[in-house]
């Protein structure tokens, strides 16, 4: 697995690297030996923060935690991404060692829109890819986000699946 380290408002030390890398290698077996970790670190008030991402075959891995100390903190993403990995297990073996999808290229960019009433801070551009509702619940949930973007492999067209307050899923399907 490649390592990638990022630290924002502070410098990243050998003694943090080699936790990442001694931490994550107890997940290394789920992913091919290419694949990207990033590790990006900063420190915001006393606040320690982790966000750690690892994208393979087009799944996204990703936690974010804070507290205040940062092994703690990277312990603690360590064990969410675990637990995606576990429970999603059965999914995740279909989709983890096929080729069928790419990384997903992010470009984000932030702008301020004219109008006072609206104003956009920030702005992502991803690749939507076809593939079977189910498959984007279980993205949805690995992200962590409230809804997900994608292209329905049925139907060819763009759809929004959404978590629901009964913790049930939605999907919006543009009419014909």
């Not at 900063?42 to 205040?68: C, P, Y």
């Not at 999603?88 to 790419?102: P, Q, V």
């Not at 997903?104 to 593939?131: C, G, L, N, Q, W």
Request: hydrophobic letters at 40%; a neutral charge.
């Amino acid at each position: 697995m490649n390592y990638i380290f990022v630290g924002k408002n502070m410098d990243v030390g050998n003694r943090l690297k080699e936790r990442i890398t001694k931490k994550v290698g107890k997940l290394e077996k789920f992913f091919y030996p290419e694949t990207e970790a990033v590790a990006t670190f900063s420190i915001q008030k006393n606040w320690h923060i982790l966000e750690m991402t690892i994208v393979q075959n087009g799944i996204t891995f990703r936690a974010e935690e804070k507290s205040d100390d940062m092994y703690v903190s990277i312990d603690k993403a360590v064990d969410v991404i675990e637990r995606q990995i576990r429970k999603n297990k059965t999914r995740l073996a279909r989709k983890l060692h096929e080729n069928a999808f790419r990384n997903a290229d992010f470009d984000e960019s932030s702008y301020i829109v004219e109008d006072p009433e609206y104003r956009v801070v920030r702005t992502k551009k991803f690749a939507v890819k076809p593939m079977p509702v189910d498959e984007a619940i279980l993205q949805m949930n690995l992200l962590g986000h409230e809804f997900f973007v994608f292209t329905n492999a049925d139907s060819k067209q763009v759809n929004v699946v959404y978590k629901r307050k009964d913790d049930s899923y939605g999907l919006i399907e543009p009419e014909n």
